[in-house]
């Protein structure tokens, strides 16, 4: 017994001019025609209210991002630092024991064994102060190379001002920064040096400084997401900057013996870190006297602060949309 089939019906194709495909979802513009059929790609998006995603937003607009997340800009600065020698033994006593022993070696080879100490009052407050100030600047050119190329995982996953990251390794670098002023306070009683009313200078000399740090760690966060093997540079880079600035010896007494052309004593002594150095020593030291600082030395420090800070926020601003793409 045979079954009987059905034959398909027949093909109807669709009249002339008909639309065809899937239809436009509710809200969207329909792609067969219409009112929107002649507007480009800008004037659509600018129709319904479309943008960029991950799109640079104004500068007012990126500042107002950074400071409503003020709160996690602290709290990962925080985290870093305390995770950052949570594998030791000792904990948190190396944040005070790192630079001291830095500050020991160099004593032993430029002041016992390089003399550099010879007329220097109240050197080893001298050596350490330097050594403090200086690493200061240091981390965070460190730490601002690799803010962006080392926390990619983060920059890929979360969307968030990309400043936040340079900003809060440079607060990171503060805070170290305070412990090593507490041992600094400790050297100064053990030498004879004591309180006077030039120490509230620290406050806006540290101040210009951190607004320094912070604009230098924001474009080499830039420089180090474009060229990762600039980390690999700024040792040495580091290391020249700190033997002009005199960390271990005084520039005026090297500049003294030297007979240097009077360009070189002016660059050398208007090195942000040597001023920054020279401003802190004059704070605290009591035999650090007003004639070896720089002529306008707080104008100075101003104009570094002022053209890293500013400079530098606006440097990596511009390339905030390209961070994170490979």
């Known amino acids: ?4 089939l059905d034959p398909l019906p027949p093909r109807q194709d669709p009249p002339p001019g008909a639309a065809t495909g899937a239809t436009a979802a509710p809200g969207l513009p329909a792609t067969g025609g219409g009112p929107d059929a002649e507007l480009s790609g800008a004037e659509l998006a600018a129709r319904y209210g479309l943008s960029v995603s991950g799109a640079r937003p104004p500068l007012a607009e990126y500042v107002r991002q950074l400071w409503s997340r003020r ?42 064994l390089l003399g550099t100490s010879r007329g220097v ?3 080893v407050p001298f050596l350490v102060t330097g050594v403090f100030i200086f690493t200061f600047t240091q981390s965070c050119a460190m730490a601002g190379t690799r803010a962006i190329s ?12 990309r400043a936040s990251l340079p900003i809060s390794f440079a607060l990171q670098q503060l805070q170290q920064l305070l412990y090593s002023m507490i041992a600094l306070v400790v050297i100064l009683f053990a030498f004879g040096v004591w309180p006077r009313p030039s120490w509230v200078l620290v406050v806006p000399a540290l101040v210009l400084q951190f607004v320094f740090n912070t604009g230098l760690a924001l474009i080499l966060a830039r420089v180090g997401a474009k060229t990762p093997d600039v980390a690999q540079l700024m040792p040495f880079i580091t290391r020249t900057w ?5 960390v271990m010896f005084s520039l005026n007494h090297m500049l003294a013996k030297h007979d240097l052309p009077g360009w070189v004593h002016t660059v050398l002594q208007c090195n942000p870190t040597a001023v920054f150095i020279d401003l802190t020593r004059f704070a605290l030291i009591d035999s650090f006297h007003a004639d070896q600082l720089p002529p306008h030395v707080w104008a100075i420090a101003l104009g570094w602060a002022l053209l890293s800070g500013v400079g530098g926020f606006v440097y ?5 949309e390209r961070y994170g793409r490979g």
């Open 316 to 320: 990596f601003w511009k390339a905030e």
């Open 242 to 246: 700190m033997y002009t600035s005199g």
């Open 121 to 123: 009052p109240d050197f």
């Open 1 to 4: 017994m045979s079954q009987v």
């Open 71 to 112: 709160h996690f800009i602290l709290a990962f600065s925080t985290a870093k630092l305390t995770a950052q020698y949570s594998q030791a033994k000792l904990g948190q006593l190396w944040q005070v024991m790192t630079p001291l022993l830095n500050a020991g070696v160099y004593l032993l080879i430029f002041g016992l």
């Open 150 to 161: 080392g926390n990619l995982g983060l920059v890929r996953a979360l969307h968030f001002p």
